[in-house]
């Protein structure tokens, strides 16, 4: 008689985890998490590890205004906050130049070809230098001005936003009551849409003594300095200054 197969008994399957009503599934991490940038922390004063010192003479206050004027512009034109714009340097550099030029071939001109015969391209070449140099000077006093610093920065809130800004300075004269200050006028514009659609936009004057970020040997306390100018814009972006 053949012999009876046994079937192998099948291993048997795992039982199914209960499933728990209270478990809340994990949240997972936004997209893209350093879109979100608190501007507050980015308007921080940079540490004062391996800065520069500015020292400057403090009975001056063009010197003074220089200075803040540059401390200015390295701490709002910091990656993370604002692309600085040189228009303004760009068509004065290009207006001086060209002058420059205009009077480099009017002079090799008039040097290599006889007095009577370059005479009229003289008087051309000195009339177009002189109209350049006019234009130079009423563009820096009519249309840059005061303009110490223009700024632009693009962040994305569910579409692309423009921001930017415009900050001018000047150095007030001491009074009797008042020493020389540092004056700030801060013009700030946000929009989407290549410009088309306005989210809002600010204006704020502000104003220090220069005594407050210079010490008696003209020492400039920059971290001081980042921190006011930081408050100022801080203020205007987030749309507390009229």
């Known amino acids: 008689m053949a012999p009876r197969t046994r079937k192998a008994a099948s291993s048997p399957s795992p039982a199914p985890t209960p499933a728990h009503d209270d478990e809340v599934p994990p949240v ?23 800065r520069d010192e500015v020292k400057v003479n403090n009975a001056s206050a063009a010197d003074m205004k220089h200075a803040c004027d540059d401390a200015l512009k ?25 002058s420059v030029l205009v009077a480099g071939a ?20 000195v009339i177009v230098y002189i109209v350049l140099t006019v234009v130079q000077t009423l563009y820096a006093y009519f249309v840059e001005g005061d303009i110490v610093f223009v700024g632009k920065r693009k962040t994305f809130d569910k579409r692309i936003v423009t921001e930017r800004i415009t900050i001018t300075a000047r150095a007030t004269p001491s009074k009797p009551t008042a020493p020389p200050a ?15 659609t306005l989210l809002g936009k600010g204006r704020t004057q502000e104003e220090r003594p220069f005594t ?16 006011w100018v930081g408050t100022v814009v801080g203020r205007v972006m987030d749309g507390k200054a009229q």
């Open 212 to 227: 407050e970020f210079f010490d008696v040997k003209g020492v400039m306390d920059q971290e001081r300095f980042e921190r």
């Open 106 to 125: 009017t002079g090799l001109y008039g040097w290599r070809v006889p007095f009577e015969q370059s005479k009229p391209a003289v008087w051309v070449g």
């Open 182 to 196: 540092y004056a700030l006028g801060l013009a700030y514009v946000r929009s989407a849409a290549g410009g088309k």
């Open 74 to 98: 390295r701490f709002l034109s910091r990656p993370d906050l604002f692309k600085q714009i040189h228009t303004h340097t760009d068509v004065r550099l290009a207006l001086g130049w060209l």
């Open 28 to 50: 997972p991490p936004p997209k893209d998490a350093s879109a979100v940038v608190d501007v507050d922390a980015l308007l921080a004063p940079v540490p004062g590890e391996g």
